[in-house]
């Protein structure tokens, strides 16, 4: 399944919504970090992730609903990874750390928090997870 970005407001205000699906049928809207927390999904960068079908995603449509934690689970797991594959975790290549998106670099550059390295594209991603038939993490 494929996901895109409709309209990226990471920059002011941290939201960026867009679609998915084979005729962009699920919209969706996530709240996403430079960095991961505790509190995003895999201890990702997408702290919130709602997704509906066919309309702007609310609490009361959502077919996947996770704000700092697992809210809604109505939905096949490809749905959600296809947009979590949009916010990779980056980590460095030359020390194995998390890194961020560098504010005073060109857009999709990446800086160590540790050992202060700058590349472009994130090695690995780690921020993809897997919810059981309950809701909780696997």
């Given at each position: 399944?494929?996901?895109?970005?409709?309209?990226?407001?990471?920059?002011?205000?941290?939201?960026?919504?867009?679609?998915?699906?084979?005729?962009?049928?699920?919209?969706?809207v996530a709240k996403v970090?430079?960095?991961?927390?505790?509190?995003?999904?895999?201890?990702?960068?997408?702290?919130?992730?709602a997704i509906a079908v066919?309309?702007?995603?609310?609490?009361?449509?959502?077919?996947?609903?996770?704000?700092?934690?697992?809210?809604?689970?109505?939905?096949?797991?490809?749905?959600?990874?296809?947009?979590?594959?949009?916010?990779?975790?980056?980590?460095?290549?030359?020390?194995?750390?998390?890194?961020?998106?560098?504010?005073?670099?060109?857009?999709?550059?990446?800086?160590?928090?540790?050992?202060?390295?700058?590349?472009?594209?994130?090695?690995?991603?780690?921020?993809?997870?897997?919810?059981?038939?309950?809701?909780?993490?696997?």
């Amino acid at each position: 399944m494929n996901a895109k970005i409709t309209k990226d407001n990471r920059k002011r205000t941290g939201w960026v919504r867009g679609v998915a699906g084979k005729h962009d049928e699920l919209r969706w809207v996530a709240k996403v970090y430079e960095q991961g927390s505790v509190h995003g999904i895999g201890e990702g960068r997408v702290s919130k992730l709602a997704i509906a079908v066919n309309r702007e995603p609310t609490l009361a449509n959502a077919v996947f609903n996770y704000d700092r934690g697992l809210d809604t689970y109505n939905i096949a797991q490809n749905a959600v990874d296809a947009v979590l594959a949009l916010f990779p975790t980056p980590v460095c290549p030359k020390c194995g750390s998390i890194a961020i998106e560098g504010t005073d670099y060109p857009a999709g550059t990446f800086v160590c928090a540790e050992c202060g390295h700058r590349f472009e594209e994130p090695e690995e991603r780690t921020d993809s997870i897997g919810f059981g038939p309950d809701g909780s993490a696997e």
